[in-house]
């Protein structure tokens, strides 16, 4: 497994998110100015209704928090001193910024408050469920735990390959090949990798820049431009990561499986993927080897376990022989 | 595991040459060799990755290196950087 880097930065500001949201949700600012540069840091927006009540056990205050036509028609509904208890409540825990959905005008309480706890208010013309499920997409996206790894994601046959192993020991040579034989990179030397939901993967390349993806080094050739040379059908622009293929220098210590039965993991952001490890050796075809790891895991995926099926097969015709052979013995007696 | 961080200081930034000049210094030791820009940490042996940081004049690098040999490839990379690559 190559290195894993934390990525340190997770959290947004209210400030990024408006600048992105803004358009989508039309979003005004109403109140809390001050409070722009505010950190966002969990993945899912709140509904703050149960906190304003005084139940704060769960109350997740360091997201967006909604307020929809639900709370504010409440908040209006009951007397002022109930009122200013209930935002005490809400108040009492630091929150990012507030949106309004449906464009409803914010109760003059919610306003004076935010203004003086420096928690930006918004409204938007969205309907709360979809404000709510924008949000979350638009959170997930940029505050999924990532990282970056050494290495070259190709699809293969569908499957997103991360080929590692050591510098120059040809991995983009590997990819180059695979390139060739019509399969599809998304990210030479160096993969961002993000956590979508529990299990997922998701890689992309680490170019800053659209224009800067799909380059490969290849030593001694230079610099390449794999999507002018192959056109668009040779590349894509993420894929999930499903296998990594490790790519070593073949040594006799070198313990290499013969079967397949087994199934070695490796750990990434917490998500479990296959691990193959191929050693390299002189006249070895390994475009072929990682095409046919692709293809079996794809098997493997639609219920078909080559080696176990192979394997369960072996053992019972060598019962059946043994029975055969038993049932002889007992003639000859 | 040494680190240090340093400026680029070179006019263009870590463009093709001074990229491949610093790739085939680090390239000369055995220890693993690590840069990082902002949250993007990539490995200082080769060059795509290192160009993809696009790291322009004036922007900071942390430099991580790990191995027998690692106070020899700082003081290269190092001298490197601060000499802006022996640009002129």
């Excluded at chain 1, 998304?186 to 299990?199: E, L, N, T």
Aim: proline letters at 3%; aromatic letters at 6%.
């Amino acid at each position: 497994m190559s290195t894993i880097p934390e990525n340190s930065s997770n959290f947004i500001t209210v400030n990024e998110l408006i600048k992105d949201m803004a358009d989508d949700f039309n979003l005004r600012l109403i109140a809390g100015r001050k409070g722009l540069s505010n950190k966002i840091i969990a993945v899912n927006p709140h509904r703050p209704g149960l906190a304003m009540a005084g139940y704060t056990k769960y109350f997740r205050n360091n997201t967006v928090q909604i307020l929809g036509r639900t709370e504010v028609s409440y908040i209006e509904s009951i007397s002022q001193k109930k009122r200013s208890k209930f935002m005490k409540n809400m108040f009492a825990f630091e929150m990012p910024c507030i949106i309004i959905s449906r464009h409803i005008d914010p109760p003059r309480l919610l306003k004076i408050l935010c203004n003086k706890y420096n928690v930006p208010l918004f409204t938007s013309d969205g309907q709360t469920t979809l404000l709510i499920h924008g949000l979350t997409v638009y959170l997930n996206n940029h505050l999924a735990p990532g990282i970056t790894l050494h290495g070259t994601l190709v699809d293969i046959y569908g499957v997103g390959v991360l080929l590692t192993g050591l510098s120059g020991i040809g991995k983009s040579e590997a990819a180059l090949d695979l390139i060739d034989r019509s399969h599809r990179l998304v990210a030479d030397d160096a993969v961002k990798i993000f956590k979508r939901g529990d299990h997922l993967l998701m890689g992309t390349g680490i170019a800053p820049d659209s224009s800067l993806q799909h380059h490969m080094e290849v030593r001694g050739v230079g610099i390449l431009d794999i999507a002018k040379m192959y056109g668009i059908r040779g590349v894509r622009v993420h894929k999930r990561v499903e296998i990594e293929i490790n790519l070593i220098k073949w040594s006799s210590e070198f313990d290499v499986d013969r079967t397949g039965i087994k199934e070695k993991t490796t750990e990434i952001l917490g998500v479990e993927i296959p691990f193959v490890q191929v050693a390299l050796v002189p006249g070895k075809n390994i475009s072929v080897i990682i095409e046919v790891i692709a293809l079996n895991y794809v098997l493997k995926l639609s219920g078909y376990d080559t080696a176990k099926i192979f394997n369960a097969s072996l053992i019972n015709l060598m019962k059946q022989k043994a029975k055969k052979l038993a049932r002889l013995d007992e003639d000859e007696e | 595991m040494i680190t240090k961080e340093i400026m680029i200081k070179n006019k263009l930034g870590l463009h093709a040459r001074p990229a491949a000049l610093f790739v085939k210094t680090a390239s000369k030791y055995i220890s693993s060799i690590k840069i990082k820009k902002n949250d993007t940490e990539i490995d200082g042996k080769s060059i795509m990755g290192l160009m993809m940081l696009a790291a322009e004049s004036g922007s900071k690098l942390i430099i991580m290196i790990d191995g027998e040999d690692e106070g020899n490839a700082m003081n290269a990379l190092i001298k490197l950087i601060e000499g802006n690559f022996n640009e002129k």
